[in-house]
């Protein structure tokens, strides 16, 4: 059971826009900065925002992340194909001392 | 350009102990907080331990306190990663990842991963 509620699967169709939120406490998205990784099939994880929503650079603006109180949200406008991967939301739990990721999200672009 | 690698995985006996590697380039290792983070096959992303830029913080997940020991030598670029009494559940890729930060506090460890190594594979079978 994960520290971090994600929704296990969201899909939408070529060029639309998708969400996947990630639920938390006070303890940890409450009061920490809110990062989102992407994993593709068979690699490592790949870092999409940090800072609850600022992109690293070569991460196109069609990827946003937004946090409000004890949830953040990561949103992709005109999907593609490539878009299909898992993605995870990650931060500290201040009261555990602990990094924590939410269970993952398989976006599936139909 | 910036490059972690991790090694030392392996198929190894229950109880038993290894010692992972993670060698750092293209940064200034010195200078960042440096954590380990584990998937078992099929499963999610687990964090399994921090370490700050200079050693003196160190943050485990309950799951591996008391048997997992994180260190860094920063006079060689190496992050580290002693798994000691070694259990099934244990099995699982652990990754190598470069925080953005290099401040680590009970409160606050944690700005984004923003490196990660590709991966070595443990397996813990009998």
């Known amino acids: 059971q994960s520290v971090l509620t994600q929704p296990p699967s969201v899909s939408a169709a070529p060029g639309q826009k998708v969400t996947i939120s990630c639920s938390g406490s006070?303890?940890?998205?409450?009061?920490?900065?809110v990062s989102w990784y992407q994993q593709l099939p068979g690699t490592a994880p790949k870092l999409l925002i940090y800072?609850?929503?600022k992109r690293p650079s070569g991460i196109p603006d069609r990827i946003s992340g937004s946090k409000s109180g004890t949830s953040a949200t990561l949103g992709i406008t005109g999907l593609q194909t490539g878009d299909e991967a898992d993605y995870y939301c990650?931060?500290?739990?201040?009261?555990?001392?602990?990094?924590?990721f939410g269970g993952g999200t398989k976006l599936t672009v139909l | 350009q910036v490059q972690v690698v991790e090694s030392g995985g392996g198929v190894v006996q229950p109880g038993r102990s290894l010692r992972l590697s993670c060698a750092a380039s293209?940064?200034?290792?010195?200078?960042?907080?440096m954590h380990w983070v584990r998937q078992a096959p099929g499963k999610g992303l687990e964090w399994v331990a921090v370490?700050?830029?200079?050693?003196?913080?160190?943050y485990y997940a309950d799951s591996v306190k008391g048997r997992f020991t994180i260190s860094r030598d920063n006079s060689k670029n190496t992050l580290y990663l002693q798994v000691n009494s070694l259990r099934a559940e244990d099995t699982a890729v652990y990754y190598c990842?470069?925080?953005?930060?290099?401040?680590?506090?009970?409160?606050?460890?944690?700005?984004?991963?923003?490196?990660w190594g590709q991966g070595t594979l443990v397996t813990v079978s009998s």
């Open positions: 990842a470069k925080d953005r930060g290099g401040y680590c506090s009970s409160t606050s460890c944690h700005r984004g991963f923003d490196y």
């Open positions: 370490i700050s830029y200079d050693g003196s913080n160190k």
């Open positions: 006070s303890s940890n998205i409450g009061n920490n900065y």
């Open positions: 293209g940064f200034t290792f010195s200078i960042y907080g």
């Open positions: 990650g931060t500290w739990d201040s009261s555990l001392s602990v990094g924590v």
């Open positions: 800072d609850n929503n």
